[in-house]
T-cell receptor
């Protein structure tokens, strides 16, 4: 049990669908992250929310939009995705600030398939 | 920019010792993390180095040389369950943030 949960675990969607991924952390951390993990590629940071900063990877398409209503919950809203967006989407949390983030705790991920 | 290099794949024998290297070129440095990720599972934290030298934690040890931009993860008394991907991540404040950047990971296969 890592303390970070994600739903759904698996998602299949068409290119015209709208869906949302949900992440919840029960560790009292103050930073949450979305990563994309594709085969043979490094973990790609998509978004970060913390008390002191919000970071967006400029290469992430606008069809992905994050929402962080509080320090325990993080969403990733998906719309008009492309087949190349099929990947494992990992949520993580950590404690820290702009002067240093501690180790990250990852959720189990959502395996997304776009048809 | 940031560049983090790890071997793509390594194989080793049960009971042996294996060393997984990670080299990095970054504009700054504020710590290096190692994570383990079993197939189909989430990455889990293994170790953290910010000063030069060796950090030992049971069968796993991690070494850092900041002047060489080099780290390694040493796994002793290998077990079959150690078959996994090992991810190196570097924290580089030179990019304006203290969020770690991950390498591609090294897939370790342990065979009997």
């Amino acid at each position: 049990e890592t303390g970070v949960t994600q739903t759904p675990r698996h998602l299949v969607m068409g290119m015209t669908n709208k869906k949302s991924l949900k992440c919840e952390q029960h560790l009292g951390h103050n930073a949450m992250y979305w990563y994309k993990q594709s085969a043979k590629k490094p973990l790609e940071l998509m978004f970060v929310y913390s008390l002191e900063e919000r970071v967006e990877n400029n290469s992430v398409p606008s069809r992905f939009s994050p929402e962080c209503p509080n320090s325990s919950h993080l969403f990733l809203h998906l719309h008009t995705l492309q087949p190349e967006d099929s990947a494992l989407y990992l949520c993580a949390s950590s404690q820290g600030s702009r002067t240093g983030y501690n180790e990250q705790f990852f959720g189990p991920g959502t395996r997304l398939t776009v048809l | 920019g940031q560049n983090i290099d790890q071997p793509t794949e390594m194989t080793a024998t049960e009971g042996a010792i294996v060393q997984i290297n990670c080299t990095y070129q970054t504009s700054g440095f504020n710590g290096l993390f190692w994570y383990q990720q079993h197939a189909g599972e989430a990455p889990t934290f293994l170790s953290y180095n910010v000063l030069d030298g060796l950090e030992e934690k049971g069968r796993f040890s991690s070494f850092l040389s900041r002047s060489k931009g080099y780290s390694y993860l040493l796994l002793k008394e290998l077990q079959m369950k150690d078959s996994a991907s090992y991810l190196c991540a570097v924290r580089d404040p030179g990019g304006g943030s203290y969020i770690p950047t991950f390498g591609r990971g090294t897939s370790l296969i342990v065979h009997p």
